[in-house]
């Protein structure tokens, strides 16, 4: 069984930081594209970072929106099936729940990734920003 287990999230104070984890397993993950989404109340889900697959995640190029770029990295680990999320100067509209995500189809656009070429959601972690 597939599983996308997302960890990290919390409450942070404005211009703090964190940092979001997303495990896989249940299958391989090799040449997949993983990223993150978030969602906030009220608003559709959208696109966060991802990083492409090119021999091994810590090759691969990512992919920010451009809401989040400058202030969020996200990374792999190929040996621990592992991405993550490093969020550096939160703000207040940060605020959501964060989904992780894998997708067999590289990432082509620079600044987008989208939801219907993601093949596997995690459950989500929530991310509060106060001001």
């Known amino acids: 069984q597939v599983q996308l287990r997302e960890s990290g999230g919390g409450l942070v104070q404005a211009g703090g930081s964190l940092r979001l984890s997303c495990a896989a397993s249940?299958?391989?993950?090799?040449?997949?594209?993983m990223g993150w989404f978030r969602q906030a109340p009220g608003k559709e889900r959208e696109f966060v970072a991802a990083?492409?697959?090119?021999?091994?995640?810590?090759?691969?190029?990512?992919v920010y929106a451009n809401s989040v770029k400058g202030r969020f990295t996200v990374s792999g680990d190929n040996a621990k099936n592992t991405v993550y999320l490093q969020m550096s100067r939160l703000k207040p509209e940060d605020k959501a729940v964060y989904y992780c995500?894998?997708?067999?189809?590289?990432?082509?656009?620079?600044?987008?990734?989208?939801?219907?070429?993601?093949?596997?959601w995690g459950q989500g972690t929530q991310v509060t920003v106060s001001s």
């Open positions: 249940g299958r391989t993950f090799s040449s997949y594209a």
């Open positions: 990083i492409n697959w090119s021999d091994g995640w810590s090759g691969g190029n990512p």
């Open positions: 995500a894998a997708g067999r189809a590289a990432i082509v656009s620079t600044t987008a990734w989208l939801s219907r070429r993601v093949d596997y």
